[in-house]
């Protein structure tokens, strides 16, 4: 049994995405400097960075299971996604050194106001989307 479990764990693993994969399901961006003008032209507050790497099991839940979930996405409308991965400079800029890691940022500011690291159930990152918009100018 503890083998069968393992090889499904290891299976899942293989599965998960890559940054580049989730953009695509999130309809996100991949480059800051786009979310940014993409942020100032549909008049969006906030930019959500989020930080994967390959193969990581809690990555592919937090995009498939949290960011889907249709509450949290109302929540974020008014939020531009960009997906990074964890050996990129963007998540050095960061000091992301987990996954996911998720750094909401003021889009006209700049500047983070709200990091979550780790996988969130939809509900407990509702509370996260919460505190991130109350850091917000």
Sequence with gaps: MKFLIFSLLLLSDLFAGTAAEYAATLNAQTDLNKAYTQAKNEKKDMILLLIVKEGCHWCDKMVKLTLQDNTVKYALSDTVIVVTDLHSELAKRYNATLTPT????????????????????????????????????
């Design 102 to 137: 998720m750094v909401f940022i003021d889009a006209k500011t700049k500047k983070s106001v709200y990091q979550q690291v780790g996988y969130e159930k939809a509900g407990a990152f509702m509370i996260t989307i919460v505190s991130a918009v109350d850091n917000l100018p």
